[in-house]
């Protein structure tokens, strides 16, 4: 019997990592333990300038504002404009988030798209793009080509470094993507959370001042220091372009009671402000990425892609529960590809979100 309460659970999909509980109990038998290569949270320290901008920050009696701290706003715009060359952001172009999977789930719900709206998200894609649109009801595409869009867009969402396969966009494709959206007055979402960890190539943002011809118009960079500065658990984001976009969104997290905790606040003006941990954290996944891939490729998986992001995109030209299993046999537990659309089902995602031990642990299970 369906609840009246089931009503918007109803039009999601299972969550897919209960899928791999099966997988998760074989794992987790091996005799040195369960090597977690499955999600992508960081298990390395949070820096020490966060925690201890925290804890200055911590008496913290009265409500936090949604819009931030003038402090913070400047923290987010001079990080953008000085790493990644975006345009000048006024404030109005500036929003602290409670991390970013909440704007990517509520994104089209905040915008009030619906049914008559056209969501574009890539063919292999993070879950939660489709879980978005499908709150709001609205219709959705998979597409990697601006050209193949069918129709008139609403909400456009790219992703470079992607998850799950880490492939990267150069300034052409990322050029034909802003043209698109603006073409249909659409708003283009580009989720840059692992910008930071560009390996065969430098990512970009379509922020940057060439790229978007000087002017934030229909573009929106949904960011996050949960990878680059290991506050996943802090939740702490940001959006940042068009200002029309960014005010409605205001509006309506002001009225929905959406605010960052002035404690975390203070902490992200802290890391937004320091490369130096972001250079160390980006070292130690490098260094788990020729580890992971070397062992994989002993053990006779195909890397694709894999140019950025924290994941390796792996195949042995099998189903992906095929070596979902394979792997958990060996006490490693990794997430399908089929998670991410219908193209990833012959793929793996392999984190490098483990610890060195982990790792290691791994690549010797791949080798023996």
């Known amino acids: 019997m369906t609840s009246r309460w089931t009503r918007v659970s109803a039009k999601l999909p ?34 020490a300038i966060a925690r201890e901008a925290l804890a200055s920050a911590s008496d913290a009696p009265g409500y936090p504002a949604t819009w931030g701290t003038p402090e913070l706003r400047t923290a987010i715009a001079s990080y953008m404009t000085n ?3 975006s345009v000048d952001l006024p404030d109005r172009s500036v929003l602290p988030v409670i991390g ?13 798209l619906g049914p008559d709206d056209l969501v574009v998200i890539p063919t292999v894609a993070y879950p939660t793009y489709d879980v978005g649109a499908r709150i709001a009801g609205c219709r959705v595409q998979l597409c990697d080509d601006p050209d193949e869009v ?21 300034d052409t494709l990322l050029a034909r993507w802003i043209a698109r959206a603006r073409a249909d007055g659409a708003l283009l979402a580009s989720d840059e959370c692992y910008a930071e960890f560009g390996w065969d190539a430098e990512p970009s943002s379509v922020l940057r001042a060439d790229l978007c011809e000087g002017s934030p118009e229909g573009l929106l960079v949904v960011g996050s220091l949960s990878k680059r500065s290991n506050l996943a658990g802090y939740r702490a984001g940001y959006v940042v372009g068009d200002g029309d976009a960014v005010s409605e969104l205001l509006e309506v997290r002001r009225n929905s009671g959406l605010m960052v905790p002035t404690p975390v606040q203070a902490a992200m003006v802290a890391v937004l402000g320091d490369q130096t941990h972001v250079e160390e954290q980006r070292a130690r996944y490098l260094r788990r990425r020729q580890v992971l891939g070397e062992a994989l490729s002993t053990a ?18 099998e189903d992906c529960r095929a070596s979902v299993q394979w792997l958990a046999e060996r006490g490693i537990l990794v997430a399908a590809g089929d998670f991410y659309g219908p193209s990833g089902t012959q793929h793996v995602r392999v984190a490098l979100t483990a610890t060195d031990e982990r790792v290691d642990a791994a690549a010797d299970r791949l080798k023996g």
């Open 83 to 85: 790493r990644w060359g």
């Open 14 to 47: 299972v969550f897919p990592w209960d899928t791999l509980a099966g997988a998760k109990t074989t794992a987790a038998a091996h005799p040195d333990g369960l090597v977690d290569l499955s999600v992508g949270t960081p298990v390395d320290p949070t820096p």
């Open 150 to 170: 069918e129709g008139r867009a609403s909400l456009i969402w790219i992703n470079y470094p992607s998850n799950p396969h880490g492939a990267m966009a150069d």
């Open 100 to 112: 970013t999977k909440e704007v990517v789930a509520w994104l089209p719900s905040q915008l009030g």
């Open 300 to 317: 006779g998986f195909r890397i694709d892609r894999s140019e950025g992001s924290l994941y390796l995109w792996a195949t042995r030209g």
